[in-house]
């Protein structure tokens, strides 16, 4: 594991490091040795960049003198000499020669008395190179994962260790974003860069540059997106270095590299392919909101796992701490992780900043002849509550009259009847806040009934869905074993089911697992049952909350029809109930197998009498206590646990 605590690293501060590479400005080998410096002793080994190689290697711009390492030697280095000439440097802990430029490479390592390695950048351009180079060196680290396998032919202790980025070096500026797209770096003729960065450009006005460091830095604060593109599939450095700069990034997939378990398109950088390049940068420069989340969430996972103080820590664990790898895509996935939510987490919890505190969902058929109450009244309740109400209309007639009232924020109107659960469904599609009641036309609420059930949905543990009434359920004789009406309860009850003229449910876990209210059930009966048992299913709970704040008369608008009308059908109300039986224990008879729950169909109701007869004798009230026990054991005649209860009552 990576090393999390100060006394952790202070186990290298006592060590020595020699760190070879050749010396100029803009090497990766200077990030390393910036990471080293700030873990243990460091000592840097090896010959300047010659001045002849500035032009050819076109860095006219690197604006930075080079300047010798600690010990300055020659190309061709005997480091056994080396040691002999430097006596008074400290022995090394580690030898570790980083590739930086053609031409050199430290001779006589066997003269070291500590392990040495080396780190490999370019195997996808000099992979021969490097299987020569692996066998000279204890340990090997490489950047493109893509040639680990081949290398640990070779030499068994190769391990993948991708670039990086410097936070210090690689950091936002807070300035104008100036520049549509930039590209920094070099740009081959006839090459595929080329062609893609002319397809960019022909179409959006392109910055090109060749900058490092600070400069590099600057032009990517700048620009809106940074283009990048993968050569032989390499995962370079500018990848991180864009990302960390907060920047987005827009850039090819590097198949093989590690890219696509580290870092996920269109969450933390923008993957295009060669033939979208164009329409990618114009969609994310259309999108700024968008563009500048993903920028930021990139930036935050690469400070969080991919500095080059984490490849370092790696690279010394390895070698010097017995770690038996570096860490892999995944690992590094997972650390990068470390406090974020998931992107989808992240947007709904954008989204949620602009959207109502609840919703209330009312699927309407008619006036509600046989109640007192009726949308109208309720509509009327609702004025004084805040929050957004979605209207399902199922019948043409009442939504044409009443679509255009002031406190309907939405609605949709059916030519026809398509049942309680299917409104339900449109109005929860309709709705954009977490917390969604759901209401009878013919329910008459006051806000005291919706700030107790608020409560308990937020508050009480696993709080799925809460109402003012509901059941523990005989589910196989489809009756109530118990049924909380309005004032016969003071305290918060967990229950199988919630009676679903008023309810109110956690929208974000619904849609997280799947929960959604049972279309089969159409037009009416069993759909409370039904999702009763789907938030079960999913590890949560239901809850019936004290409150007397609301009235209800059952079945207003079922009384008053001798069939039911829906989907171009009529049943009466017993037909409907029979079928929808039949297909609920079919339903869940069939889910309980499946998934190995013979418990699922089991109610609540057994484990809260055994509560109640315990608390009843607790309390000394003996003769309730043996009421309730009797009740139970009719209940569970064969239940062995009952048994024993309903005789330790017997004998208190």
Same mark, same amino acid.
């Given at each position: 594991?990576?090393?999390?605590?100060?006394?952790?690293?202070?186990?290298?501060?006592?060590?020595?490091?020699?760190?070879?590479?050749?010396?100029?400005?803009?090497?990766?080998?200077?990030?390393?040795?910036?990471?080293?410096?700030?873990?243990?002793?460091?000592?840097?080994?090896?010959?300047?960049?010659?001045?002849?190689?500035?032009?050819?290697?076109?860095?006219?711009?690197?604006?930075?003198?080079?300047?010798?390492?600690?010990?300055?030697?020659?190309?061709?280095?005997?480091?056994?000499?080396?040691?002999?000439?430097?006596?008074?440097?400290?022995?090394?802990?580690?030898?570790?020669?980083?590739?930086?430029?053609?031409?050199?490479?430290?001779?006589?390592?066997?003269?070291?008395?500590?392990?040495?390695?080396?780190?490999?950048?370019?195997?996808?351009?000099?992979?021969?190179?490097?299987?020569?180079?692996?066998?000279?060196?204890?340990?090997?680290?490489?950047?493109?994962?893509?040639?680990?396998?081949?290398?640990?032919?070779?030499?068994?202790?190769?391990?993948?260790?991708?670039?990086?980025?410097?936070?210090?070096?690689?950091?936002?500026?807070?300035?104008?974003?100036?520049?549509?797209?930039?590209?920094?770096?070099?740009? *081959?003729?006839?090459?595929?860069?080329?062609?893609?960065?002319?397809?960019?450009?022909?179409?959006?006005?392109?910055?090109?540059?060749?900058?490092?460091?600070?400069?590099?830095?600057?032009?990517?604060?700048?620009?809106?997106?940074?283009?990048?593109?993968?050569?032989?599939?390499?995962?370079?450095?500018?990848?991180?270095?864009?990302?960390?700069?907060?920047?987005?990034?827009?850039?090819?997939?590097?198949?093989?590299?590690?890219?696509?378990?580290?870092?996920?398109?269109?969450?933390?950088?923008?993957?295009?392919?060669?033939?979208?390049?164009?329409?990618?940068?114009?969609?994310?420069?259309?999108?700024?909101?968008?563009?500048?989340?993903?920028?930021?969430?990139?930036?935050?996972?690469?400070?969080?796992?991919?500095?080059?103080?984490?490849?370092?820590?790696?690279?010394?664990?390895?070698?010097?701490?017995?770690?038996?790898?570096?860490?892999? *895509?995944?690992?590094?996935?997972?650390?990068?992780?470390?406090?974020?939510?998931?992107?989808?987490?992240?947007?709904?919890?954008?989204?949620?900043?602009?959207?109502?505190?609840?919703?209330?969902?009312?699927?309407?058929?008619?006036?509600?002849?046989?109640?007192?109450?009726?949308?109208?009244?309720?509509?009327?309740?609702?004025?004084?509550?805040?929050?957004?109400?979605?209207?399902?209309?199922?019948?043409?007639?009442?939504?044409?009259?009443?679509?255009?009232? *002031?406190?309907?924020?939405?609605?949709?109107?059916?030519?026809?009847?398509?049942?309680?659960?299917?409104?339900?469904?449109?109005?929860?599609?309709?709705?954009?806040?977490?917390?969604?009641?759901?209401?009878?036309?013919?329910?008459?609420?006051?806000?005291?009934?919706?700030?107790?059930?608020?409560?308990?949905?937020?508050?009480?543990?696993?709080?799925?869905?809460?109402? *003012?009434?509901?059941?523990?359920?005989?589910?196989?004789?489809?009756?109530?074993?118990?049924?909380?009406?309005?004032?016969?309860?003071?305290?918060?009850?967990?229950?199988?089911?919630?009676?679903?003229?008023?309810?109110?449910?956690?929208?974000?876990?619904?849609?997280?697992?799947?929960?959604?209210?049972?279309?089969?059930?159409?037009?009416?009966?069993?759909?409370?049952?039904? %999702?009763?048992?789907?938030?079960?299913?999913?590890?949560?709970?239901?809850?019936?909350?004290?409150? %007397?704040?609301?009235?209800?008369?059952?079945?207003?608008?079922?009384?008053?029809?001798?069939?039911?009308?829906?989907?171009?059908?009529?049943?009466?109300?017993?037909?409907?109930?029979?079928?929808?039986?039949?297909?609920?224990?079919?339903?869940?008879?069939?889910?309980?197998?499946?998934?190995?729950?013979?418990?699922?169909?089991?109610?609540?109701?057994?484990?809260?009498?055994?509560?109640?007869?315990?608390?009843?004798?607790?309390?000394?009230?003996?003769?309730?206590?043996?009421?309730?026990?009797?009740?139970?054991?009719?209940?569970?005649?064969?239940?062995?646990?009952?048994?024993?209860?309903?005789?330790?009552?017997?004998?208190?």
């Amino acid at each position: 594991m990576r090393f999390e605590t100060r006394n952790d690293l202070r186990q290298f501060e006592d060590m020595t490091i020699w760190l070879s590479y050749m010396s100029y400005p803009v090497t990766t080998a200077v990030y390393f040795e910036r990471a080293f410096r700030k873990l243990c002793r460091t000592v840097t080994v090896g010959p300047m960049l010659p001045e002849s190689n500035i032009e050819k290697w076109s860095l006219q711009n690197m604006k930075q003198p080079i300047t010798p390492l600690d010990i300055s030697t020659e190309f061709e280095t005997d480091m056994g000499a080396v040691l002999q000439a430097h006596p008074l440097q400290p022995r090394p802990d580690l030898f570790i020669w980083i590739e930086s430029a053609k031409g050199y490479l430290p001779e006589n390592l066997e003269a070291f008395e500590c392990p040495t390695c080396c780190y490999l950048i370019d195997s996808h351009l000099t992979l021969a190179r490097h299987i020569y180079l692996a066998t000279h060196f204890d340990y090997v680290f490489i950047a493109q994962r893509n040639y680990l396998e081949k290398l640990r032919e070779v030499n068994p202790q190769t391990y993948w260790l991708p670039l990086a980025c410097d936070p210090e070096v690689h950091r936002a500026y807070p300035c104008e974003k100036l520049h549509n797209v930039s590209f920094v770096g070099s740009v *081959p003729i006839d090459s595929r860069r080329e062609r893609l960065l002319a397809e960019l450009n022909s179409g959006l006005p392109l910055n090109l540059a060749r900058a490092f460091w600070d400069e590099m830095a600057q032009i990517f604060s700048a620009s809106k997106l940074v283009f990048n593109n993968a050569v032989n599939n390499d995962l370079n450095m500018r990848f991180f270095e864009v990302l960390s700069t907060g920047s987005m990034l827009l850039c090819d997939m590097a198949r093989g590299s590690g890219q696509s378990e580290l870092f996920i398109d269109g969450e933390e950088y923008a993957c295009y392919h060669d033939g979208n390049v164009l329409d990618m940068a114009r969609f994310y420069l259309e999108n700024e909101e968008l563009r500048e989340r993903i920028a930021r969430r990139g930036q935050r996972l690469v400070h969080a796992a991919h500095t080059y103080r984490h490849r370092v820590e790696d690279m010394l664990a390895v070698v010097l701490s017995g770690k038996p790898d570096t860490f892999s *895509p995944e690992e590094l996935r997972h650390q990068s992780l470390a406090g974020e939510v998931s992107f989808v987490e992240e947007l709904r919890s954008a989204q949620s900043r602009n959207a109502p505190q609840r919703s209330f969902v009312i699927p309407v058929l008619d006036y509600s002849p046989a109640s007192e109450y009726n949308i109208l009244t309720l509509l009327d309740d609702l004025q004084g509550i805040d929050g957004e109400v979605v209207v399902v209309f199922n019948g043409a007639s009442v939504g044409e009259e009443l679509k255009d009232h *002031p406190r309907i924020t939405r609605h949709a109107i059916m030519k026809q009847n398509v049942g309680v659960a299917r409104g339900w469904n449109i109005g929860l599609d309709m709705s954009e806040a977490d917390t969604v009641f759901i209401l009878n036309a013919d329910a008459h609420i006051l806000p005291e009934a919706v700030t107790a059930l608020e409560q308990g949905l937020r508050e009480l543990p696993g709080a799925a869905c809460v109402g *003012p009434q509901g059941a523990y359920v005989n589910f196989n004789l489809s009756r109530d074993y118990c049924y909380f009406d309005k004032g016969s309860f003071q305290e918060p009850l967990e229950v199988d089911a919630v009676s679903g003229f008023f309810f109110a449910i956690n929208r974000r876990l619904f849609e997280e697992n799947g929960i959604r209210f049972e279309n089969g059930f159409t037009p009416c009966y069993f759909e409370e049952w039904d %999702v009763g048992l789907q938030i079960r299913k999913a590890g949560f709970k239901n809850y019936v909350i004290p409150t %007397v704040a609301y009235n209800h008369h059952w079945s207003g608008t079922i009384r008053a029809l001798r069939s039911i009308p829906y989907m171009g059908h009529d049943e009466t109300a017993g037909e409907v109930q029979l079928r929808n039986r039949a297909l609920f224990m079919a339903k869940w008879r069939k889910i309980a197998r499946e998934c190995g729950r013979p418990d699922l169909l089991e109610s609540g109701w057994k484990r809260y009498m055994s509560s109640t007869v315990r608390q009843l004798l607790a309390a000394g009230r003996t003769e309730q206590a043996r009421e309730a026990a009797h009740q139970l054991l009719t209940s569970y005649p064969d239940d062995f646990t009952v048994i024993s209860l309903a005789r330790y009552v017997e004998l208190s």
